[in-house]
């Protein structure tokens, strides 16, 4: 399983952007996707996570009301729509494949990880 996560760049505060996560594998239709978040010098954060079926989401409370996260499984591709952007929402944004289908906000339960798009956000 390879994720390829695109969509980043510079952006000014109250603006949007919209991320995209690219897999391949089989088995990515069957499996939950994540993304998460790291700021410099902070630790990963989760932001938001999306099963198989793209009928159950969960989002960080940071993010939520403004972020989307949706996916379309015949394109093997998990998007993250962020509106309104702050500052603070500036990070490495990382997307992650889980093994099993059950949404989960610990980056543990993930076991593929993308490289990463830098997403920042100018006051």
């Known amino acids: 399983v390879q994720l390829q996560a695109s969509g980043g760049g510079l952006v000014q505060a109250g603006g949007s952007l919209r991320l995209s996560c690219a897999a391949s594998?089989?088995?990515?239709?069957?499996?939950?996707v994540a993304w998460f978040r790291q700021a410099p010098g902070k630790e990963r954060e989760f932001v938001a996570t999306?099963?198989?079926?793209?009928?159950?989401?969960y989002y960080a409370d940071a993010v939520k009301g403004r972020f989307t996260i949706s996916r379309d499984n015949a394109k093997g591709t998990v998007y993250s729509q962020m509106n309104s952007l702050k500052a603070e929402d500036t990070a490495v944004y990382y997307c992650?494949?889980?093994?099993?289908?059950?949404?989960?906000?610990?980056?543990?339960?993930?076991?593929?990880w993308g490289q990463g798009t830098l997403v920042t956000v100018s006051s």
């Open positions: 992650a494949q889980a093994l099993s289908s059950n949404t989960s906000s610990n980056a543990g339960r993930y076991r593929y």
């Open positions: 999306i099963d198989w079926r793209g009928a159950d989401t």
């Open positions: 594998g089989f088995t990515f239709s069957s499996a939950t």
